[in-house]
């Protein structure tokens, strides 16, 4: 009796190698568990199965006294967040040839240094990390690179996106999209007619959606002014009184106010955020009069 080893590498559906992995050997074309061992004098492997190791080689031996020379196998890899690959009919070169010679042979001497300008290897392409594995066989070390997984919260200290220009700022949208962020603020004009019907008026032309606006307003002619900003969370402004009560303020919840008297005032506060801007909600008590010219600062 006598055994041959099949040395192979692990290695996942897109031919990345696959460390730790779990290797099933069968008879091929069956699910049958073939019998094979660990070494060339090691114990038979449980249920024909054995482990890659951290470079994704994996060796396992038949015995002649187990199968007849024609006999073929399969391998079947697998683990944990991979798909598994299947290699069939496998067949082991000089499996079940055997002789009774003692084969003999000469000594080699190397009289002279020898250098070597390259090798090919055929299990890799171009431009792959190599390495020695535990068995001195040289293997591809990808798997360095397949085996970073990403646990929570990672760093990267840089990365390439396509669609982008050099030094252009970036931020993530609300659909965690990164979208450029050139333009980060800007400063612009309305005009309302608080005697106008109450309802929500749609502010265009901002060029980005707005997180933060902050406005002044004011009613030339009057002593009506507003200071306020607004955000999706909240809304607060601050109004002069002059008009109702003199050297007194008024505080409101809402974008701008702008306070006639008593019981007489215009509201205004964003309802919604657009791509290109957002909409003022205006809601008047009594029947304020005059026109307010109001000036924003919009945020990204």
């Not at 990808?142 to 982008?164: E, N």
């Not at 215009?266 to 309802?271: A, D, K, L, Y």
Request: hydrophobic content about 40%.
């Amino acid at each position: 009796m006598g055994r041959k080893a099949y040395h192979g590498t692990a290695k996942d559906q897109n031919g990345r190698v696959i460390y730790s992995a779990t290797v099933n050997v069968y008879t091929a074309g069956t699910t049958t568990a073939a019998t094979c061992y660990a070494s060339e004098a090691g114990a038979a492997l449980s249920g024909g199965a054995t482990t890659s190791d951290a470079y994704g080689a994996f060796e396992f031996w038949v015995d002649s006294g187990d199968y007849t020379q024609d006999q073929e196998f399969k391998v079947v890899i697998s683990k944990s967040g991979y798909s598994s690959v299947t290699y069939d009919y496998i067949h082991i070169p000089g499996f079940g040839l055997e002789t009774t010679d003692s084969p003999t042979f000469s000594s080699l001497t190397i009289i002279n240094d020898i250098t070597a300008d390259g090798c090919a290897l055929d299990d890799l392409t171009a431009s792959q990390a190599v390495m020695t594995n535990g068995s001195k066989v040289l293997v591809s070390a990808d798997y360095l690179d397949q085996a970073v997984k990403i646990a929570s919260s990672p760093t990267f200290a840089g990365a390439t996106f396509s669609g982008l220009t050099a030094s252009v700022p970036v931020w993530t949208s609300a659909a965690k999209a990164l979208v450029s962020v050139s333009t980060r603020f800007k400063v612009g004009s309305i005009t309302r007619d608080l005697s106008a019907a109450d309802g929500a008026v749609a502010e265009t032309g901002v060029g980005f959606q707005p997180s933060v606006v902050i406005f002044m307003g004011a009613v030339a002619g009057s002593g009506m002014l507003s200071l306020g900003f607004d955000s999706s969370a909240a809304a607060y402004s601050i109004a002069d009184n002059r008009e109702g009560t003199a050297g007194a303020y008024y505080t409101a919840s809402t974008s701008l106010c702008f306070y006639v008297s008593a019981g007489v005032k215009s509201n205004g506060t964003i309802s919604s955020w657009s791509a290109d801007g957002f909409s003022i909600t205006w809601a008047k008590t009594g029947s304020p009069a005059g026109t307010a010219n109001v000036f924003y600062l919009a945020i990204r």
